[in-house]
């Protein structure tokens, strides 16, 4: 969101007069002249002469003429001007995260929608009931990808989705690192579901001397 032209200008013409290029007491062009100058209308002139002349900056005679009047008068104007930005700013930020939401909001929806219509028709589809699976927070799992740990070759099984927060992957890219606490929603035949128990118990262990620890496996069938 931009300030209008002639609020522009007359923080210019403030900052001008803060740096004593015009002096109290002294004449600021007409407002043809400045018309020309900044080369807008003599209508946003006025408009920008009026905004300096409400905040006790200028006085306009009859004659048009532009006088300054004070010098602090500029210098509270500039940063009444300076909070009048912010809040612009912060304004427009705010509209491009309600957007950006808004848009993660209908992606979100929308996977949301696709990976249960997927869930709905292979669980019908025997014998490739699918299973979802919690990678533990200190499994050596984490980090790697399904690619570097050779998923499929191991287990004969496929990961058909990663759930992660509010997020999900359907047919996640192989180099995807994995993270503590992601959800695998894996599918296979009955006859790999062994393979696949064994290969997370491994990668669900840390070794660690005295301090080893034995994650464990959470595995829930999609019903």
Request: positive net charge; without cysteine; proline residues 4%.
């Amino acid at each position: 969101m931009h300030l209008p032209v002639y609020q522009t200008i007359a923080v210019d013409l403030a900052t001008r007069i803060t740096h004593n290029e015009f002096l109290v007491g002294t004449k600021i062009s007409g407002r043809t002249l400045l018309a020309s100058q900044y080369a807008v209308s003599p209508e946003t002139i006025r408009k920008a002469v009026a905004m300096l002349k409400n905040a006790n900056i200028v006085q306009v005679s009859q004659g048009k003429e532009i006088v300054v009047v004070s010098v602090e008068r500029a210098f509270l104007f500039l940063s009444q001007q300076k909070r009048i930005d912010s809040v612009y700013s912060l304004r427009q930020e705010l509209e491009f995260l309600l957007k950006e939401k808004e848009e993660i909001d209908t992606r979100f929806r929308k996977v949301t929608t696709e990976i249960a219509y997927y869930s709905d028709r292979l669980k019908n589809i025997q014998p490739y009931n699918p299973i979802e699976i919690t990678i533990n927070e200190k499994s050596s799992f984490v980090g790697q990808s399904l690619k570097s740990l050779a998923f499929r070759e191991a287990t004969g099984a496929l990961v058909i989705a990663v759930r992660r927060n509010t997020e999900i992957f359907i047919a996640p890219d192989p180099d995807m690192p994995l993270w503590a606490a992601d959800k695998l929603v894996i599918i296979g035949a009955p006859d790999k579901m062994k393979n696949i128990t064994k290969f997370f118990a491994k990668y669900n262990t840390v070794l660690g001397g005295e301090n080893a620890h034995n994650g464990s496996l959470d595995i829930v069938a999609i019903k």
